[in-house]
């Protein structure tokens, strides 16, 4: 165990924030161990410990994390089953997830291949059911092994148990409040997926980006690398790079309002891009909205909108967490204001 750890390198916020204790776990003997550590059990029953992952979808509002951060780090990737024209893949929680995805790819695997370059772990990517370019983790997760930190005792979850919503699961609970599974005592750690993936497939290619990208390449039959390539080249044009500039990527999630409300906007604004969800309600994509208030490219001392993707918040370097808190703020109020619609964070605050 570490004491007053930074963790710069694990935000991709890139924030010197300390953890006033702090364990990386590698093997199931060291969560044995943690779960008879004494100042983890204190912590724990104080509601003060914190599994962090990658990092890259947080935000510690503090300087110092007054708790407990667990680091899980299991390596290793297997092939659990092989039967027609599916395998099961399971990956630990500790590695890499865009080089898992790349893993895939080159397998020759459908179904990661729209998620490529996200950062974070796979450990993290059932916890808000990682989205991009049409595609969501969720439709290829088979099962979730976790250690219950509570009892020390190994639980899977079906995907159905998961409980997957956009950018939400049973998982993410336990981070924003406490949560059914807590309410349990239940406090799950995630220390591998196992993953259904198709050795022949669909490509999914409606997300209007990726058809003008293969397109400008003039590939009329594109292959799941074609794909992963495309949206690689997709992102690096949107998001700013992991480890150059500060972010979380979409710091805020899209907004759902009523129908009611949407037609009443579409009518002041024809542009307004949407997407349906179901009869009663529609999704407006934040990005649009904050990008209509003025605020792409907005800069203020160390932190700022991106330039060419509004829902990102960065921080360039040597600013306190404090400072993107405000202008989250001053953001859900400026569009609260001009749309009359509430944005929440997408990404984790910690407190
Ligand atoms: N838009 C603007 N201005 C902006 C940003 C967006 O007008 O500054 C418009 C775009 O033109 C487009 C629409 O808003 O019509 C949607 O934008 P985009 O396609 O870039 O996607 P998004 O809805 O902003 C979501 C995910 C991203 C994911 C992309 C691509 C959420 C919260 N975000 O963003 O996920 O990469 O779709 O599929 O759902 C992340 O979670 O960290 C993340 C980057």
Not at 61 to 71: E, L, P, S, T
Not at 73 to 98: A, H, L, M, P, S
Not at 316 to 340: A, D, N, R, T
Request: glycine share 8%; proline share 4%; with cysteine.
């Amino acid at each position: 165990m570490e004491k007053d750890f930074s963790l710069r390198e694990l935000n991709t916020f890139g924030f010197d924030v300390k953890a006033k204790y702090f364990q990386e776990l590698k093997t199931p003997d060291d969560v044995r161990l943690l779960l008879e550590n004494n100042i983890f059990r204190q912590c724990f029953d104080g509601d003060r410990v914190l599994i962090l992952s990658g990092g890259s979808n947080v935000l510690f509002r503090n300087d110092v994390y007054d708790g407990f951060v667990v680091y899980p780090n299991f390596k290793g990737v297997e092939t659990i089953e092989d039967t027609g024209n599916q395998k099961i893949i399971r990956c630990f929680g500790g590695e890499v997830w865009k080089d898992f995805v790349d893993f895939t790819v080159a397998e020759k695997l459908y179904g990661l291949e729209n998620l490529s370059d996200i950062p974070g772990k796979v450990g993290a990517a059932p916890v808000q059911n990682i989205g991009a370019y049409g595609a969501e983790v969720k439709d290829v997760i088979y099962q979730v092994h976790t250690i219950d930190l509570t009892s020390g005792k190994t639980k899977v979850f079906t995907n159905e148990e998961c409980k997957f919503s956009y950018r939400s699961s049973v998982f993410k609970e336990l981070k924003v409040k406490r949560g059914e599974l807590r309410e349990r005592g239940f406090y799950p750690l995630i220390f591998a997926v196992d993953f259904v993936l198709k050795k022949n497939g669909e490509l999914k290619l409606d997300y209007g980006n990726i058809r003008n990208n293969l397109i400008s390449k003039n590939i009329t039959n594109p292959t799941i690398q074609d794909i992963a390539d495309s949206v690689k080249e997709i992102r690096k044009e949107k998001l700013p790079e992991v480890g150059v500039v500060g972010s979380a990527g979409s710091f805020f999630q899209n907004a759902i309002i009523s129908m009611d409300k949407y037609l009443k906007l579409k009518a002041l604004y024809p542009e307004m891009p949407s997407y349906p969800v179901n009869g009663q309600e529609v999704k407006v994509p934040t990005g649009w909205l904050i990008d209509k208030a003025g605020w792409k490219g907005y800069r203020e001392n160390h932190v700022g909108v991106w330039d060419k993707q509004a829902l990102v918040l960065v921080h360039y370097g040597s600013g306190k967490p404090l400072e993107i808190i405000e202008l989250m703020e001053k953001i859900q109020h400026s569009v609260k204001e001009k749309f009359g619609i509430g944005i929440s964070p997408e990404v984790n605050i910690i407190c």
